[in-house]
C-alpha cells in the first residue's frame, strides 16, 4: 500500500486530487490467512525444486530397483506404474486447488477495491481538470475584453506622440 497525496491545485487553494485515507485490506478469516500462506510456501520456486529433487529420488529408486535386480532394492512403488507416486501427486493437487481458488477469490476482491480507489482518483482529478480549464477560459475572456482598449490606449499615445515631438523629446532627455 502507498499512502495518497494532496496536491495544491493551481489556484493555491488546497484541494485534495486523491483521498488521504490508505485503502482497507479485506478481512480476511484465520483459514483464509492460513490458506494464503500455505499458498505462498507451494507457490514458490523453493517448493518446486523440492518436488523435482523428490520426483527425481522417488522415480530413480524405484526405476533402479525394478529394473536393476543385481542392487537387491526392494521397489516400494514398482516402474513403470508408479501408483503411489500417482496417489501422492493427485492428493497434493486436490489440497492445493481450493486454496489457489481461495487466493485468487481474494485477489479480485482486492484488485476490485483498487480499480474503484483509481476510479474515484480519476473522478476528482477530471473534476479539478474542468475547474483549470474553466479558469483559463475566464482568464482568457478577461485578456480578450483588455485588448481593444489597450490598443486604443496604443493609439492614444501615438497619436500624442506625433503631436507633440518636440515635448517628447525633450522629456526624454530629462
Known amino acids: 500500500m ?3 497525496v494532496t496536491e495544491p491545485t493551481m489556484s493555491g487553494q488546497s484541494s485534495a486530487n486523491v483521498s488521504p485515507i490508505l485503502l482497507p485490506e479485506p478481512k480476511l478469516s484465520r483459514l483464509d490467512r492460513i490458506g494464503i500462506a500455505l499458498i505462498e510456501k507451494f507457490g514458490s520456486m523453493g517448493f518446486v525444486l523440492i518436488v523435482l529433487v523428490w520426483t527425481i529420488l522417488w522415480c530413480g529408486y524405484n526405476i533402479l530397483a525394478s529394473e536393476v535386480k543385481s ?11 508408479f501408483v503411489a507416486y500417482l496417489l501422492v501427486c493427485v492428493m497434493i493437487q486436490m489440497f492445493l486447488l481450493p486454496l489457489i481458488l481461495v487466493k485468487q477469490n481474494l485477489q479480485a476482491k482486492h484488485d476490485d477495491a483498487h480499480a474503484e480507489f483509481d476510479f474515484q482518483t480519476n473522478l476528482k482529478a ?19 475584453e483588455l485588448v481593444p482598449q489597450q490598443s486604443h490606449n496604443v493609439d492614444k499615445l501615438a497619436s500624442a506622440t506625433e503631436e507633440n515631438p518636440q515635448r517628447n523629446r525633450s522629456q526624454s532627455s530629462v
Open 126 to 144: 477530471e473534476k479539478n481538470i474542468c475547474k483549470v480549464l474553466e479558469q483559463l477560459d475566464r482568464r482568457n475572456k478577461a485578456l480578450l
Open 2 to 4: 502507498r499512502p495518497n
Open 71 to 81: 542392487l537387491h532394492w526392494k521397489a516400494f512403488d514398482p516402474f513403470p506404474a
